[in-house]
């Protein structure tokens, strides 16, 4: 009878320890469950989304060290539907709906190409980061401040991405400019630091050096430029201001014809032009020019080079990584096949824009 109380006791004792234990392994299953539904089905509701924004669910694995959340995925491809249906597309004859079976494959789309731009922003920063460049919070906000002046100022802007994408400055801040900045700190460094861009300055400053002899401009192109300058003297027709690369529209549309620019570094590498002419068409003013191009190394070519050496997984269905093109792709074939039909027959698609 003594024994009662103690036994009594020590069962107090044992229950708090397997609540927890129990909600413990409530919370797990509940976890792993919203995982395997995410995973195998993608369900929208406030529930998963919830939970989602809570738990760092991956819709991509890189290099095993980091992720693309599955939240933020989602989180920007609400933005770009809210883009596309704040439109009005009537104008020009076009007409945007989601909710159509069509549609629906059109948003699978832009969420497949929305994962591939997510992922190749994570293996920027990685890049950068590998080369010693760290973006400090406080860099990210002046640089959030500089495009604030550019866009007419704080308040013309919050309207513009709350309209168009629902979006706050932190998420303009977050996924536009940070990612933007990675990227061109990344090309600075590689201007500066890559052998093939040492070769590229090399070649166009001897092209300089010989238009500056007053060599003809067809026959250095020849010598030394790349690409489809190389295969036509230089000779690359006509263009308008929105057709070139803004840093060369810039210099080409200030010189008089007949003129030849000074070297002018692009993303691409290293360009001198000549205004062979111009002339208004359509309203539009175009010029006639011609190139000595050398090729350089930028972002994007060592993100293919990383993109081939890193190992992505992406464990949403559907989905799958090809190493060969740097891209997500469907698994499904329909899909491929609908996307495949969509680029060729709907060129002015407004979907497809973003």
Known sequence: MEEKPDNEAKEKKIKPATLIGASVIILAAYIVLVGILIYAFQPQNRVINFTAKIIPYPAAIIGGTQFVNYSVLGDNLQSVQKFYESQDFSDIG???DFATTDGQKRLKIKEKDLLTRMIENKLVEMMANEKGIKISPEIISQELKRRLQEMGGQKDLEENLTKLYGWDLAEFQEYIVKPDLYRERLDEYISKNDPANTEARKKIE??????????DFAEVADNYSDGESAKSHGELGWFSAEEM???????????KVGEISP????????????????????????????????????????LAEKEKNVRIYVPLRGFSWNKETGSVEFTDQNLRQFEENLNNNSPGDASLIF
């Open 245 to 255: 690369l803004p840093v060369i529209a810039e210099t080409v549309f200030a010189l």
């Open 206 to 215: 001897n092209a300089k050096k010989e238009l500056d002899d007053k060599k």
């Open 94 to 96: 076009l007409r945007v």
């Open 263 to 302: 070297v002018i570094q692009s993303s691409l590498g290293y360009h001198i032009v000549k205004l062979e002419d111009r002339k208004t068409e359509d309203d539009v003013e175009k010029v006639k020019i011609s190139q000595i191009f050398t090729r350089g190394k930028n972002s994007a070519d060592w």
